[in-house]
């Protein structure tokens, strides 16, 4: 299991800090948070890029071990430019989300968030091209508290998975709804959980090949 703190949720040092300390990475949704957990004392390996706008810097970034979760298929292909050869995570958008309200909507046909799912040839076209190293897949669909849609959503990261030859890591990133507010309801990870696992290790026991789980929250 690899635990991310998506950091845009409260970015300061002495949280990050914290998190580091417990053994968390880091999530940064750009350039900036990745330098200003650098600046808290987390090493560049323990934090993943995964943001809507292409870091300026992202050449330096990488070369200093950050990790970039390409967002979009040109993305990538700047990615495949700067660093041929080079290992990558990929986010997609696997067709479905589930936020508590359209905001926190992630997934689907209306986000704008990730690969869409039917591009994955065009995805491994480009792996081709740069000879890259796809490892990580990456499909947060938003916080919503619907187990159901999250278990649809890891069931469908994990068939891209299944596709993408050396990939080794699934992340289903959410976001889990925590309650806060009187009404608002909490997700429970307990039932749905077992029936993710088996799912897990369906793609282990076809592909033979071992998958590490993901998750980030910020919430
Ligand atoms: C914001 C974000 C998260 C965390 O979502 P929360 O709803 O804040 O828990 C996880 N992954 C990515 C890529 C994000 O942008």
């Known amino acids: 299991l690899n635990v991310r703190y998506a950091m845009k949720a409260c970015p300061s040092a002495a949280i990050v800090r914290i998190l580091?300390?417990?053994?968390?990475?880091?999530?940064?949704?750009?350039?900036?948070?990745?330098?200003?957990?650098?600046?808290?004392?987390?090493?560049?390996?323990?934090?993943?890029?995964?943001a809507q706008q292409l870091p300026a810097d992202l050449e330096e970034?990488?070369?200093?071990?950050?990790?970039?979760?390409?967002c979009?298929?040109?993305?990538?292909?700047?990615?495949?430019?700067?660093?041929?050869?080079?290992e990558v995570g990929v986010r997609f958008n696997p067709g479905l989300g589930s936020g508590h309200i359209n905001r926190t909507n992630v997934g689907g046909p209306s986000a704008s968030f990730g690969i869409w799912h039917e591009y994955l040839d065009q995805v491994l076209e480009i792996q081709r091209q740069y000879e890259l190293n796809i490892t990580r897949l990456h499909s947060h669909i938003g916080s919503g508290s619907d187990p159901e849609v999250w278990q649809r959503c890891a069931r469908l990261t994990l068939d891209i998975a299944a596709q993408v030859p050396n990939a080794h890591t699934v992340n289903p990133g959410p976001g889990y709804m925590v309650g806060c507010m009187a009404g608002e309801t909490s997700t429970e990870l307990q039932?749905?959980?077992?029936?993710v696992g088996a799912q897990v290790e369906r793609v282990q026991r076809e592909r033979v090949r071992s998958v590490r789980w993901g998750m980030e929250s910020g919430q």
């Open 61 to 70: 970034l990488v070369q200093q071990g950050v990790l970039f979760n390409a």
């Open 20 to 50: 580091n300390r417990l053994g968390l990475h880091i999530d940064a949704s750009s350039d900036f948070e990745a330098h200003r957990a650098m600046q808290a004392g987390v090493p560049a390996e323990h934090i993943q890029i995964t």
């Open 191 to 195: 039932p749905g959980g077992p029936r």
């Open 72 to 86: 979009s298929l040109a993305q990538l292909r700047r990615f495949g430019r700067l660093f041929k050869g080079g």
